[in-house]
């Protein structure tokens, strides 16, 4: 994905699925730190690689780091949120902010998987599967364009799942 945010659109997917077993704002910065290594690159060298965090190890180490170090600061900024809020805002945009073990693990590593998985769709120094799967395979399994449709289209569908729920929850039918 040329740009972070891409990745939040099948996250917020999952995160309307399944709301009490997975932290988007976990998973929202699993895939910000693994997107810091080809961003500090390009800064550094003028080449966005991705040598080490895009694959296997470094998405692993990634998500553990995120998962054990994250969690805490997430609920930090969750709390934030809920604090900005005018009382009619929060009726719809307040969220819960603690967050679980086990939704911070399932975020973190839902985000670096398939951080992995999208962009090695669309780079081609990607190695996702090092070192048990030499190369990228899934290099231009999609085109670009079903790619980033595919993302933007999770997120709306996330979205408009996430208000009818709302608007269910307001008139307490769910």
């Known amino acids: 994905m040329p740009i972070t945010p891409f990745h939040f659109g099948p996250g917020a997917l999952i995160k309307a699925a399944v709301p009490n077993h997975f932290s988007w704002t976990v998973f929202a910065l699993a895939n ?33 780091a995120v998962a054990v170090f994250g969690r805490r600061p997430c609920e930090a900024l969750l709390r934030f949120w809920n604090r900005r809020l005018s009382p009619g805002q ?16 399932v975020g973190a590593l839902t985000g670096t998987l398939s951080h992995l998985a999208l962009d090695a769709v669309m780079h081609a120094d990607v190695e996702a ?6 190369g990228n395979p899934w290099r231009g399994a ?8 595919a993302c933007i289209l999770a997120g709306v569908a996330a979205a408009a799942w996430w208000g009818v ?3 269910f929850v307001l008139r307490g039918r769910y």
């Open 142 to 149: 999609l085109s670009l364009d079903r790619l980033h449709l």
């Open 129 to 134: 599967l090092w070192p048990i799967v030499p």
């Open 90 to 105: 929060a009726r719809w945009l307040a969220v819960v902010p603690d967050i679980s073990r086990t939704a911070a693990w």
């Open 165 to 167: 729920r709302r608007w």
């Open 32 to 64: 910000v730190v693994i997107d810091l290594e080809p961003v500090s690159l390009f800064l550094l060298i003028g080449d966005p690689a991705h040598p080490w965090l895009h694959t296997l190890p470094g998405a692993l180490a990634v998500a553990v």
